[in-house]
Nanobody, 126 residues
């Protein structure tokens, strides 16, 4: 069974860079036809798709976050990482990594992703 686990700091200061890692077990991030995404949910709001990395290594980003977001991967560690620069309090959210079979640009319906991490809460505050 595929499992995803987010890790990273729970508190980040404004203007700093947030870095989160998703460690995948039970399946390889290089397996064809699967896509690996970061999705977040600010308090009291809905899910927001942030970006996706394909098995090829190609990346896709939300237009609203593209200038601040980078997703990379370490195939040896079977991990993929989110970096969000210049964070501000509006970036406070629960951050999730998820897998989909097929590219889901901008999709936030939870059932469209077959596996999710448990999520990690990130607070941006001085």
């Amino acid at each position: 069974q595929v499992q995803l686990q987010e890790s990273g700091p729970g508190l980040v200061k404004p203007s700093q860079t947030l870095s989160l890692t998703c460690t995948v077990s039970g399946g390889s991030i290089t397996t064809n036809y699967y896509y690996w995404s970061w999705i977040r949910q600010p308090p009291g709001k809905g899910l927001e798709w942030m970006g996706t990395i394909a098995t090829s290594g190609s990346t896709y980003y939300s237009p609203s976050l593209k200038s601040r977001t980078s997703i990379s991967r370490d195939t040896y560690k079977n991990q993929f990482t989110l970096q969000l620069i210049s964070v501000n309090p509006e970036d406070t959210a629960a951050y999730y990594c998820a897998r989909s079979k097929g590219l889901l640009l901008g999709v936030t319906e939870a059932e469209m992703y077959d596996y999710w991490g448990q999520g990690t809460q990130v607070t941006v505050s001085s």
